[in-house]
């Protein structure tokens, strides 16, 4: 049970719930979404992306415990994702402003160059830029 004595409403803003970090990790342990990503990803992409971004709190909440001496781990630097070189499929989408699914298809389409490394596409920032020219163009 939490510790926090806020009403259920005081998490409604709008027509919007917010999740703190912590119950974001619990929803996605415990809630079944594995399975369901697994067999329905793509289904209803804002479902999706409401799931990508649960899973971002998720981490940051994660980053965030403190390590069995009581004191923070150590900060690891974020690289912007418009900074790096190469990038995935997930940077790609946010910086074009679609799903990652509508990358994987363009992929798939021969309209974007990538790489799988791993089972994840790697793609040149300098390729995502010219892509977004493409679209802007047709």
């Given at each position: ?82 900074l ?10 946010d ?32 390729d ?11």
């Amino acid at each position: 049970m939490s510790s926090d004595p806020r009403p259920a409403e005081a998490f409604v803003h709008g027509d919007n719930a917010i999740v703190r970090a912590d119950m974001a990790h619990k929803l996605l342990e415990r809630g079944g979404f594995k399975n369901w990503t697994a067999n329905h990803y793509g289904d209803d992409p804002e479902f999706d992306t409401i799931l990508r971004a649960l899973r971002i709190a998720a981490a940051r909440r994660t980053s965030d415990l403190t390590s069995d001496r009581g004191s923070k781990s150590a900060a690891q630097p974020e690289v912007a994702p418009q900074l790096a070189a190469v990038i995935n499929a997930m940077q790609a989408a946010d910086l074009l402003g679609v799903t990652d699914r509508a990358i994987r298809l363009a992929i798939a389409g021969g309209k974007l160059p990538a790489q799988q490394v791993d089972g994840r596409w790697q793609i040149n920032r300098q390729d995502v830029e010219r892509y977004r020219a493409t679209r802007r163009t047709a």
